[in-house]
């Protein structure tokens, strides 16, 4: 097999690394305090994002005050002097930034994932060193995914052993974060084709990333092609990825649950334009008779519809983050079997509220909606981008086979 041909005609556009923070970032106290926190970033990262949406700027200042504020080592172990927040809150977390800027959110989304997965696999000092890294700020990008394998699953990208360190070769898309990240770990399959993050410096020779996505959603993720040529990685920071699915762990649940709580937090933001464009910009429909478009009782019937459907799958998402926790403290076939169901079960409606929501705003807002001035297509744009991440239509399968045989999901990080 060879290496995808990405096309790299803009390899001159490369995006050099940024620095380190200068100050260690805030330590979380507890649940309550990240909810908190949460709350207070998404009040300024809410402001300017049509905007950021719009011209596709980058969210580099908010990224710094997200990382900085603590809440990218929520889920470190307290026995390396971390947060340890209970799943369910860290998916409160993501829902409320990304109700304010949903690319903000999704960019933390594989950090966190690669956090737990160093939780699972790691040896205590590999933990250590890692999760110190985490605790100052650093934030960890991803080049995982590869355009043009025949599945998700299938990884060209390969590591050679060099003694203190292994060469990396390969070429990744879809990199969410990788441009403003200060440690990259690629997916990379040793010689006997397991899987392994080689956490790369952002700045190590033959690490090119370049800003090259396109997609009409999710426009500001900093995501785009990272190629690896021969790149350099220290042993320390070597992660065998593989032994978070070759027996039952909480991993794949905690890749899931986070993808979950960004839709939610889209369908949140849209429920909330809606109700904001209708009582103060729409006009009453012609044959109603009323002064005030939120007088409307189909209008009503409409909102009180998709408010009771977001209202659903946040439970869902809540009730999967407290089934994550019990397999993350136990982890048996059986709980993290739950974990697997139950985050399926809030994928599926998170999913299908965010498409409804973002669609039904305009029917709801009116005509009116739709200006560019406004920019509130962003919000379909990024459900409809995001929600592709894995299909609902296999989490239905999922669900079936689990309750109709009793056949537990598959173990990688799509379910």
Known sequence: MTISQVKTDNAAKAVPPVARPAEPAHIIKNDAEAIAVAKKLATEFIKDSAKRDRERIWPAAELDAFSQSGLWSINVPKKFDGPEVSYATLAKVIEIISAADSSIGQVAQNHLGVVAAIRTVSDEAQQKLLFDEVLKGTRFGNAFSEFGSKRAVDFETKFTDAGDHVIVKGQ???????????????????????????????????????????????????????????????????VPGYKGYDKPTADGAIFQIIQVAVDTGIAQAAIDETIDFVRTKSRAWVDSGLERASDDPYTIQAVGDLTLRLH????????????????????????????????????????????????????????????????????????????????????????????????????????
Do not use: C, M
């Not at 399959?189 to 397991?194: A, F, I, K, P, S």
């Not at 994550?324 to 999913?351: F, G, H, M, N, W």
């Open 172 to 238: 990744k898309f879809y990199s969410s974060g990788a441009l403003l990240a200060h440690l990259v770990p690629i997916v990379a399959l040793d010689d006997e084709g397991r899987a392994w993050y080689a956490i790369a410096d952002r700045g190590a020779p033959g690490l090119t990333v370049i800003d090259d996505w396109s997609s009409f959603g999710q426009r500001t993720t900093l995501s785009g092609t990272v190629i690896i040529d021969d790149v350099k990685v220290p042993k320390t920071h070597l």
């Open 312 to 415: 659903a799958a946040q439970a869902l998402l809540e009730r999967a983050g407290y089934a994550i926790d019990r397999a993350v403290a136990d982890p048996t076939e059986e709980t993290v079997a739950e974990a697997q169901i139950v985050t399926a079960e809030a994928k599926i409606l998170s999913t299908e509220i965010a498409i409804a929501a973002t669609n039904k705003l305009f029917e709801l807002a009116g005509t009116r909606s739709t200006l560019a001035e406004h920019n509130l297509d962003r919000h379909w744009r990024n459900a409809r981008t995001h929600t592709l991440h894995d299909p609902v239509r296999w989490k239905y399968a999922i669900l079936g086979k689990y309750f109709l045989n009793g056949e537990k999901p598959p173990l990688h990080a799509w379910s």
